[in-house]
Structures are given as C-alpha cells and as structure tokens.
C-alpha cells in the first residue's frame, strides 16, 4: 500500500536493534486517517470472508484495529498482558516473546468473548518473528474460532515470521513488506 510505504520512508527511523520506529503515526501518536485507510484495505482484502470479530493485541495493534472494525461492522477484541480482576476465570492463555521489549508474557482473553462460531480476523502493526502472532493464533485455536486470515501493517518480510505463519496455512496480506532496511540506505519494499 503505497500511502504506509510513504508515511514509512517520510516520518519513520530505523534504530539500532533492526527497529523501525513508526510510532509518530501508526502506534504511539495515530494518524487516524492513514489508519482509517488502512481498515478500508483490509476490508478490501478480508470483506468477503464472513468476519464477525477481529482480534489483536495489546496495545499498538488497538487503534488500526479499531478502525479495520468500523468497516465489518464487527467487534474488536483484544488479548491482555495481564490478568486483571474485571476479566474473570474464565480465560484462553497463550505465552508470547516480545522483540521489541525483550520480555516473554501470557495474553488472556475471556472465554465469554471468543469461541466457537466466531470468524476472526487477526490484526497487529508488525510481523517480524511472529511470536505475538502466533499467540493470537493459539488463543484462537484453544477457543475453537475459525481464523480467516491475519492483516498486517508492516511486515518485515526479511524475518521469519511471516513465512512462519503462512507456512501454518494462515492467509497473511500485509500493507507494506520490508525487504531491507538500513539507516544509510533507508527502506527497501516487496
């Protein structure tokens, strides 16, 4: 999607650690319109699919979540990092490994809002190893949900990951697919 690679190339940084930080527009500070365009892409892709809930994770796949949602007409739900009191017993767990913060934790979501029946639409900002991904795959999968694909922002498609999940028989469409990035030599699209 030409319009996230040119808000890549023009606001985002690449930071040691082969991070891209994108975090004036997609997840921290949220150009609402781009993220707006973003969900319409994704209805674009997945409208056909019979979508009744979207899911992602906490916290910076919430926004373009939210705005993929307005297009289905669907709710969002998304995995918590941490059991809180208002959630309940009743909860699917999966463990995931976070690059960006070098941290493992469980994600929970209630047992009341996802299960059999549902058609669910994985959305997140970035696939790289995929291990956040994979989480929301087995939440699913302990559930009994029917995944129809997963949506991604940005994909880094020079790790891992999203040959990973592809390779699990999960249809991935990402928006913008990195296939290089360099802070001399700036980014490199599929």
């Known amino acids: 999607m030409k319009l996230l690679e040119q808000a890549i190339c023009k606001e985002g940084k690449i930071l ?8 004036g527009f997609l997840n921290h500070r949220m150009d609402v319109e781009l993220l707006s365009k973003l969900g319409e892409e994704f209805y674009r892709l997945y409208g056909n699919c ?4 979207i899911l992602t994770i906490e916290a910076s796949g919430i926004g373009i979540a939210c705005l993929t949602a307005q297009f289905f007409h669907c709710p969002v739900l998304f995995a918590k990092k ?3 009191n208002n959630v309940g017993d009743k ?12 941290t493992d934790h469980d994600v929970v979501v209630s047992k009341n809002y ?6 669910v639409l994985i959305i997140d900002d970035f696939l790289a190893n995929g291990s956040a991904l994979e989480a929301l ?13 997963a949506g991604i922002a940005i994909e880094k498609a020079y790790q891992e990951g999203g040959k990973k999940i592809r390779s699990m028989g999960i249809r991935v469409e990402s928006l913008a697919r990195i296939v290089s990035m360099d802070p001399k030599e700036g980014v490199k699209f599929c």
Do not use: F, Q
């Open 16 to 23: 040691p650690g082969n991070i891209l930080k994108v975090d």
């Open 50 to 53: 019979g979508v009744n809930k």
């Open 82 to 84: 941490s059991k809180s």
């Open 91 to 102: 909860l699917w767990a999966s463990k995931v490994h976070s690059y960006t913060h070098n």
């Open 114 to 119: 996802l299960g059999r029946g549902d058609r």
């Open 137 to 149: 795959i087995d939440l699913c999968n302990k559930a009994g949900a029917e995944i129809v694909g």
